[in-house]
């Protein structure tokens, strides 16, 4: 794999709970999955080793500081990047509702009624990969 192939490790971070992705640059998920924020450096770590990611890509919100002293102590190789979250939540929502289409009654509520009924911090990280590569064009 070269560095073009690569893909990237992307951290939503939060508080109580972190999204993870594994993205590649052709928009490829290998990996996803939603965390306890205390498991974030051992599982980046694992998420690293198994797919060998050219960078950590994390979101730069108030809670970004506490993550990423936890991939810096776990990854300390690796070039970690700061990405704009801005509306990401908004767009993971919309993301994970189109996966997810609701059922039932549900699917006669306009989409900005539907609540996920589970986390979707996941979806959030694969955003910020996505706006990795697309700053990168």
């Known amino acids: 794999m070269t560095e073009n192939d690569a893909p990237v490790l992307a951290v939503d971070p939060g508080r109580d709970k972190c ?7 052709t928009g490829v998920i290998h990996h996803r999955a939603v965390i306890p924020a205390e498991e ?24 970004a500081s506490s993550c990423r002293a936890a991939l810096a102590r776990t990854c ?3 070039n970690l990047v700061l990405i ?3 509306l990401s939540s ?6 994970y509702l189109e996966a997810h289409p609701p059922r039932g ?16 911090d996941d979806y959030a990280a694969i ?9 990168m064009e």
């Open 40 to 63: 974030l450096g051992r599982r980046a770590r694992a998420l690293l080793d198994r797919y060998h990611p050219r960078a950590i890509v994390l979101g730069d919100s108030t809670t």
């Open 90 to 95: 908004q767009a993971a929502r919309r993301r």
């Open 19 to 25: 999204g993870l992705a594994v993205v590649g640059p």
């Open 76 to 78: 300390p190789e690796m």
């Open 105 to 120: 009654w549900a699917r006669l509520l306009p989409r900005g009624l539907l609540t996920p009924g589970e986390p979707y």
């Open 127 to 135: 955003i910020l990969a996505e706006r990795y590569f697309g700053s």
């Open 84 to 86: 704009n979250e801005r």
